[in-house]
């Protein structure tokens, strides 16, 4: 099966490193939203998308509501989350897992790390 | 009624009277002190006010400077993100072509190889045909180039990562931002209200950032791999079984 990719941030350029990155990757299939809601809309609208990265910090609505919406619809309740995010502090790690994002990248990240983090989940997936 | 015990008190009056008066002297060069003070105060006290009016309408000009500044270089960015993209796209194009010329080369070394084969009886021909191919081969020289390519679309790819510096400055320039607001808001307390403002109301005012702020005022750009550490302990623990001390050690 092929991966879609939902890729979720306010930053335009953040967007567009994300997918950068994961066209290095071999990936090249994916779709963009700018926050939480919209991400929400795009989800209910495709349900081709099969895996989500997300920024935390976003107008309307955040990454971490985003993630907590996902995992309280039924029927997307499943999808793979990466949080790549600014946000490196324990508590906050912390919330996000609790959340249920399934992996968790710190901003900047390297291409390794986020290969090494797809990888893992989909492994486990 | 008793006069002398009335004489008494009255004397007893008349003595704190005094004393009072001798205080009041001793007062009125203070009191005098004290209105020279505000007397140089006041100007100063209208000045310090026209500075905060002053500066309170400076700084939204100043929010907006920082707000022109994060939408330029998220221009600058994109445009660099643009500029990037034709490149890797005409890298591409030219690796395409290179790669069709590498495996022409083959044809021809195989091509070649083939005619030494059948010329192995004519000594001039066979050496001919080696001499050909020693100055015809460019296989070797299209592999290095197709290597230098390959070398310049990793280098464009790490200029592309950089540029995560947008991102996390312009949350570091929202913080900064939030902060000048709430600076605006106590300065205008202040003009609004300048003689009845409680200040030790002024001083608990904190800027707090809101939960749903959409920057992160921690966000920083570095190198610094002890965040991701953090996070893959957290998320490999399952977040709950990290220790402190295990933590500790990240940071230390």
């Known amino acids: 099966m092929e991966l879609k990719f939902l890729i979720v941030d306010d930053s335009v350029t953040m967007r567009r ?13 994916y779709v963009e ?4 809601k919209e991400a929400l809309v795009k989800l209910a609208a495709d349900d081709s998308i099969n895996f989500v990265i997300t920024d935390w910090n976003m107008p309307v609505l955040s990454g971490l509501e985003l993630t907590r919406a996902i995992r309280s619809d039924q029927k997307l309740s499943s999808l793979p989350i990466l949080m790549v995010t600014t946000r490196g502090v324990k ?35 | 009624m008793n006069r002398p015990a009335n004489m008494t008190e009255l004397f007893e009056k008349l003595n704190d009277l005094k004393s009072v008066f001798r205080y009041g002297q001793k007062l009125i060069p203070i009191i005098q002190s004290l209105i020279d003070f505000m007397q140089e105060t006041v100007p100063l006290l209208e000045n310090i006010n026209s500075s905060i009016a002053d500066s309170t309408t400076k700084i939204p ?35 395409k072509d290179l790669k069709g010329l590498t495996e022409r080369e083959k044809q021809k070394s195989k091509i070649i190889q083939k005619l030494t084969e059948a010329v192995k009886d004519n000594p001039e021909a066979k050496s001919l045909l080696i001499n050909y191919e ?6 070797e020289e299209l592999n290095s180039v ?5 070398k310049i679309k990793n280098d464009a790819y790490n200029i592309t990562l950089s540029l995560q510096v947008q991102d996390i400055t312009s949350q570091q320039l929202s913080a900064v931002n939030h902060l000048i607001s709430g600076v605006q808001n106590k300065l205008s ?10 200040n030790d109301e002024l001083k608990t005012m904190k800027i707090a950032v809101p939960d749903d702020a959409s920057f992160n005022p921690e966000a920083r750009y570095g190198k610094d791999v002890s965040q991701q550490q953090l996070a893959d ?11 402190q001390d295990e933590i500790d050690k990240l940071f230390s």
């Open chain 2, 189 to 198: 307390l202040l003009l609004v209200d300048f003689q009845e403002t409680n």
């Open chain 2, 134 to 139: 020693e100055l015809n081969n460019e296989y």
């Open chain 1, 91 to 125: 508590e906050d790690i912390i919330e996000a897992l609790q959340a249920k994002v399934n992996n968790y990248v710190v901003k900047p990240f390297t291409p390794q790390v986020l290969r090494e983090k797809i990888e893992q989940i989909l492994s486990t997936n």
């Open chain 2, 233 to 243: 302990s957290l998320v490999n623990n399952n977040g709950f079984r990290t220790t």
């Open chain 2, 61 to 95: 000009k100043a929010s907006n400077q920082i707000a022109d500044v994060t939408e330029a270089t998220e221009l600058a960015t994109t445009e660099i993100l643009d500029i990037v993209d034709l490149i890797n796209s005409d890298i591409d194009s030219i690796e």
């Open chain 1, 17 to 29: 490193i994300v997918f950068n990155s994961l066209r290095n990757l071999g990936f090249s299939n």
């Open chain 2, 146 to 150: 197709l290597s230098v390519l390959q």
């Open chain 1, 33 to 36: 939203a700018a926050d939480g």
